[in-house]
């Protein structure tokens, strides 16, 4: 799903609309785990509108150097 998300910081100042792509996942029973909730989803988030879901799954890049703000 790709929505409008307002990033700006102050609530009097102008908007500041980026687009984004929302995953939504469900949990998944793994071998030996308890049942899975109606509750149990996860969230994904990219600000790459063009990134396929499979890209948004893969592999996880443990290198945040360049990627994630801090200041939020």
Known sequence: MEVGLNVS??????PDWRQVKLLFVRGVKGPGEGDVGKKDWALFVTTDVGLSISKMLGPVNTNYDHCCPTNF
């Open 9 to 14: 910081q102050d609530t009097r100042s102008e």
